[in-house]
């Protein structure tokens, strides 16, 4: 990893973690069920934005901190940026089964946790 790199990933590192409440095996998990892939904008590849951003998270959170390039930082901003602006949308009630959270599940935050 290259300093800028380094500096890039260390930059979105704390807010990251903070973000991603999920372990890659929970997201993994959450991936695959039906409740993953019932909600987000479906692209031309039949797969949500959002889906596809998990399976990247849970490459990130797989791989060691010095491995992750300028390309996964810029994932991180982005998710980071997501979840953020996702809990100020926070519906009223009980979000245990909505929607709201499964989108949320998707980017690697649980808000129930």
Known sequence: MT???HDAVAE????WRDAVNMTAK??????????S???GD???GGESTGHASG????EIERSKKSDLTDDDAAHMRKV???VHRHLA???SGDVKDSAWRYSLMNWGHDPTK
Do not use: C, H, M, N
């Not at 979105?12 to 807010?15: A, S």
């Not at 929970?26 to 409740?35: G, Y």
């Open 80 to 82: 980071v940026g997501y």
């Open 55 to 58: 399976r990247r998270i849970v």
């Open 12 to 15: 979105v590192w704390d807010e």
């Open 26 to 35: 929970e997201l993994a998990e959450f991936l695959d069920t039906p409740e």
């Open 89 to 91: 949308q926070r519906p």
């Open 3 to 5: 300093s800028k790199t």
């Open 37 to 39: 892939k019932s909600v």
């Open 42 to 44: 479906k692209g031309s």
